[in-house]
C-alpha cells in the first residue's frame, strides 16, 4: 500500500529533513527580521553538525 512505499522511502532520511528544515527556518527567520545572522548562522551549523553525526553513526554501524 501506499503507506507503506512512502514509510520505506522516508526510512532513513528523517534527520535529513529535519535538518533542512531547520535550514530554511534559519534563513526565513533572517528575511523576516526575526534572528539576526549570528544566531541563524549558529543554527544551521548545529543542524549540519547533527547531520553529519547522524551520518557518522550510520556508516559506524555498517561496518561492525
Not at 527580521?33 to 549540519?48: E, K, P, Q, S
Amino acid at each position: 500500500d501506499l503507506f507503506s512505499m512512502v514509510n520505506n522511502w522516508y526510512s532513513g532520511k528523517k534527520t535529513y529533513f529535519i535538518a533542512g528544515a531547520t535550514i530554511l527556518y534559519a534563513l526565513a527567520g533572517v528575511y523576516a527580521g526575526h534572528l539576526d545572522l549570528n544566531t541563524a548562522i549558529g543554527v544551521i551549523l548545529g543542524a549540519l553538525g547533527l547531520s553529519a553525526l547522524r551520518n557518522g553513526i550510520k556508516k559506524a554501524e555498517f561496518e561492525e
